[in-house]
Structure formats: C-alpha cells, structure tokens
C-alpha cells in the first residue's frame, strides 16, 4: 500500500522528530526528558488522554508544569480528551508551547483553534484513521499542525496504518492548493522501518515514541537512527 501512495517531493527545510513521552518509563521522566540533550530532537510529544476519548490515562497539567522546568525543547500537548475546550488554558499555564485537540472530540472545532493561538500557543488539528482528510480543509489556515494519526490513538507500540499514509498526501496537497504553512505530523508506528514512507507521502514531523525511547542504545539514539532511515530524503530537503 504505501508504494501506491502519490511521493511528495520533500523540499521542506527540515524533517522534524518529536519524541513522545508516552514510551518512556513513567517513573523516571526527568531523565527521559534529558537524555534527549542534543538529540537533534525538536519538540517533547506529550500524550494527554482521559480514559474516555480513548481507553488509557496518562499525564495531566502538573506532568506537564514539571516538565517545563526540565526542558527547553517546546512542549507540543496532544489532547486524547473529550471536551478539550474546558481545559485549553489550564494546558497553557501549565507550559505548553502546542495543543492538539482531535476532530471528533470538537464540534465547533475552528473556535477551539482559535481559542488555542488566542492563548499563545500553536494550534493543532487531528484526525483519526477513521476520519477523512477532508475533515481538516476548512480549518487548515487555522492549524498550526495538522496531525494525521497513523494508529488508532491510546497506546504506543502499534503498527502504523498504512492506508493512512494516502491522507498524509491528500492533507499536504490541500495545504498546498492553499498555500498554507502548516505542518503535516504523523502519529503512531513510526520508526526505522516507515519513517521515510512517512516524509514521503508529506509528512514534515514525524512523532515517535517506542521507536525513540524504546532504542537499545538510549532516546538519542533513537533520534538518530530515523534521522539516518530518511536518509536522501533529508538530505534533499
Ligand atoms: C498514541 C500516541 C502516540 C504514541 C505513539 O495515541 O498519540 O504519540 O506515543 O507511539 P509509538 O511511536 O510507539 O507508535
Ligand atoms: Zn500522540
């Protein structure tokens, strides 16, 4: 499947690698976070989830505060969360330089990016692999971030959906056509093996969790090595 996906031809100026917190051991996050020093890594993934939208728990606005005072590294918040809207400015005093809320937990969703830059912070959209792309074109130009989910959100250590990859292309495109800035991000089961399918299909960040965290040889490793899978085409951008 990913071989029928159309190639975007990737003249960003940089492929970008966010680690996601969600595959590190929960017990030790501090050094999670510093062991990404000098990765190369350009944002932390902050996983936040309700046991509703989707069936985990994991970090609240406290987990993030703390975090603020561990990192430099922007903090980009991706709500697994019904009712997002409640809690947008709880996240954006606790620290979050981001905040992704879905699709199918918004229904007036281009209010809700807007309240998120209103707050100073980027806004994101995503879509679920049940969603269409089209789901995102009316609300790109107030997207920040356009976050494909290639799983299905809650846990980490999923295959990526390969299907999903033919939405990255059809999002870039509509960002194209609109002459938009916004970022494609790419969410789930990404790792050596499908980094570069990713980029390819237009996808400019790429999240990675158990791929990062989970290297034998520690989370800059692990940076590293989708870094090198992207090969030429990294070098190209
Ligand atoms: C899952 C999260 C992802 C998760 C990805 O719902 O949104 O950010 O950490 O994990 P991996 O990279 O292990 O597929
Ligand atoms: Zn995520």
């Known amino acids: 499947m990913i071989g029928t996906v159309p190639r975007w031809e990737p003249c960003r100026d940089a492929i970008r690698i966010a680690p996601s917190l969600l595959a590190a051991d929960f017990g030790r996050l501090s050094e999670a976070v510093h062991a990404l020093d000098g990765s190369g890594a ?9 046991g509703v939208f989707v069936p985990n728990f994991t970090f609240g606005s406290d987990t993030v505060r703390a975090l603020r005072s561990e990192t430099k590294l922007p903090l980009e918040l991706h709500l697994m969360i019904v009712e997002p809207d409640r809690h947008l400015r709880t996240f954006a005093e606790a620290g979050a330089d981001a905040i992704t809320v ?5 229904p007036q969703l281009h209010r809700t990016l807007t309240a998120i830059r209103a707050l100073d912070c980027r806004a994101g959209a995503a879509i679920n692999p049940s969603t269409p792309a089209v789901a995102l074109t009316d609300v790109l130009e107030a997207c920040d971030l356009a976050l494909v989910m290639t799983i299905d959100p809650g846990f ?10 033919v939405k990255v292309h059809e999002v ?42 989970h290297h034998r040889d520690g ?9 090198s899978a992207l090969g030429d085409t990294i070098a190209g951008a």
């Open 172 to 213: 870039r495109a509509e960002i194209e056509r609109q002459k938009l800035a916004t970022e494609v991000e790419v969410d789930g089961g990404v790792d050596t093996g499908t980094a570069r399918a990713c980029v390819e299909a237009g996808a400019d960040v790429l999240v990675a969790g158990t791929a990062v965290f």
């Open 156 to 165: 980490g250590g999923q295959r990526l959906i390969e299907r999903t990859l």
């Open 219 to 227: 989370p800059a490793a692990g940076v590293s090595a989708l870094q």
């Open 102 to 106: 879905h699709w199918e937990a918004c």
């Open 42 to 50: 350009e944002r932390l993934h902050i996983d936040v989830m309700d």
